[in-house]
């Protein structure tokens, strides 16, 4: 990969608003190291998984009002994140497009497909089992967080929670699924001024 192609795969995202205030750094082409640090636990662990399977460097800070309720945190990092993704895949030439993977986690299996379309839509048919993960973190946090990235990102998403009897295994099994979906899909794999698509653009 030329170094001009590892430039233009890197973001960096601040969002400030009267509920969070976000800084993020991502690069499609790193290692899979991560710091994660949002003030909601499980969600840390959620995006250190992201990250690692889909060997993107991450790097984001959040601090709002997670203490009374996780889900601006969650919603405005999907925002954020979705967002750096944009911004790393540019005009798109030259990625896979497609990507899909299946995760397992025990007795939960996810299945994650990805288009980087340029349109934004986000297909989530994931009944978790259980209303809440551990204390706080409501399950339905899990469709916030990839709808917003999804939006943000202009991606097409489809996200299928096949099976599970545990939400901590569903809500991870989704984002490993989606991580190594993602991998695939943003990987350059041909000529960097070559759009995937028919219509010569993505958008």
């Known amino acids: 990969m030329s170094q001009a192609v590892a430039r233009f795969r890197r973001a960096a995202i601040e969002r400030a608003t009267a509920e969070t205030e976000i800084r993020l750094t991502l690069d499609l082409d790193g290692n899979g190291d991560v710091r994660a640090e949002t003030g909601v636990l499980f969600f840390d662990h959620m995006l250190d998984a992201l990250g690692r399977h889909g060997r993107f460097d991450l790097d984001v800070r959040c601090s709002g009002d997670a203490a009374m309720d996780p889900h601006h945190t969650v919603e405005d990092v999907g925002i954020a994140l979705g967002q750096a993704l944009r911004q790393a ?3 798109r030439a030259g ?3 497609y990507g899909h993977a299946y995760a397992p986690l025990d007795e939960a299996l996810a299945r994650v497909v990805v288009d980087c379309s340029g349109r ?4 989530f048919e994931a009944a978790m089992p259980e209303p809440t993960i551990g204390a706080a973190f409501a399950a339905s946090l899990v469709e916030e967080f990839w709808r917003a990235l999804a939006t943000n990102a202009a991606l097409t998403m ?3 929670l096949l099976r599970s009897r545990n939400a901590h ?7 490993k699924a989606g ?3 993602l991998r695939d899909a943003t990987r350059v794999t041909g000529d960097p001024a070559r759009v995937p698509s028919t219509k010569g653009l993505l958008a």
């Open 169 to 175: 295994h569903a809500a991870e099994a989704i984002f």
């Open 158 to 160: 489809h996200v299928d």
């Open 179 to 181: 991580a190594l979906a």
């Open 95 to 97: 990625v896979a497009r």
């Open 89 to 91: 895949l540019g005009d």
């Open 120 to 123: 934004p839509f986000l297909h």
